[in-house]
């Protein structure tokens, strides 16, 4: 491949290095879901990327799975953000236990 | 073009970097939100319009409605949730140590990578006559590597069961407090715009088969639709689940799969369309998987069993 720095290469290695430094370093448990999707978006735009260098058209099949791919972080950080709220839930009640 | 490709990619990455360290939660998320259409930006750029969509649609439309209601809980249950203290000033310099060695070492990689011309997706183009639809993607995700579409509406699902079971005590409250606002505004716009949305939904689905679209932007669009409504008090969250609701989440999944099972004498093999069939198989399976995507990212977001239609 070229010397040339790619932009959108970069970029992707940029999602990836602060996705992994926010997981490590956040304590809320809302924003170690977002790192985790900024680290699933520098793989998605690695996926693009291969598939762009290819010569001739966009390769189709890591599209396809980058699709998948999308839709599945989806599914799992709502579900994710369920398990956020019925912590709160929980920890409210046990709070209002102890006043009573 | 590289003047602005440079600065897309310097966009993305001072966004994440805000996003992941700026204080306020509700700042990162707004910030999460914008990166991912600068990422769908991006995506255009790079070939991938159907992937833009979907970022644009699912991952910064829906998955932001999604945090910003979850944001809102969180608020309400006052400030100290689940903050633990702070991490040291070694685990800092460790992490960004080690992500700026993770970065610098996948950028090197990027960059000497070698792509072979040899490739899946070579077979995919060229056998794209018998898929039965134009679109190179939607013939992948529907017809050349269908397994792993349905295994991931499986996903979807079990996403869904999974959340419900666990708000299930949230069920018997009023499904959105404050949906009732006072502004005049509101039902006019949700009364002119949800036609207008679900009409696009529809033409995404379609448009699947030759351009840029298919199920899953769609579906999203059909449950931005649903969202407008809940926010706009016209449908609401129930308890009851009802029968029809369930046989429309499972639609997908199994519109997909019986039609797997029953041409497999015809065809000999699971999941086999014969060629003459194709199109109509293909745009059947399409409608169903957007009915069903979508109604399950909006259960995702109401957080119940059902849905129901408010009292006008």
Redesign the interface.
Known sequence: MSIMPEPFALAAAALIAVGFYGFITQQHPLRRLLAINIFGNGVFMTLILVAYWLPGDADPVPHAMVLTGIVIAVSATAFGLALIRRRILDANRKQDHGDD | M?VF??L???I??AL??R???VRD?FQ??VT?IV??LM?AL??T????P??AL??AG??AG??GV??LS??R??RD?GPD???????SPW??TA??V???A???A??VV??????D?D????L??ESLGEAGVEQ??T???LNF?SY??LL?LG??L???I??VL??S??IHRPAAEDTGTESPLLPVLVTVFTPLVLLMGTFLVWAGAHSPG?A?QGGAVLAGAGVMLVLGGRLGGDAQVSLLLRALLILGVSVFTVIGLLLMPLEGAFMAYPEGLVYPLMVTIEFSLALS?GLT?LL?FT?TNGLRGAPA
């Open positions: 590289m490709d440079s897309l990619a310097l993305i990455a994440a970097w996003c992941v360290t939660l990162a998320i999460f990166l991912g990422l991006s995506w750029r790079l070939d991938a159907d992937l979907a970022e699912i991952g829906l998955l999604l945090l979850t944001w809980v969180v249950a949730q689940g903050e633990g203290p702070p991490p685990v800092r992490a960004a080690g992500s700026i993770l970065g610098t996948f950028a990027l960059h000497t990578v070698e792509v011309s490739r899946a997706g070579g995919a183009l190179p993607v013939a992948v995700l590597r792993d579409t991931e996903v979807l079990m996403a869904l999974g959340a666990l708000r005590p949230l298919g899953f995507i990212l995702l957080g």
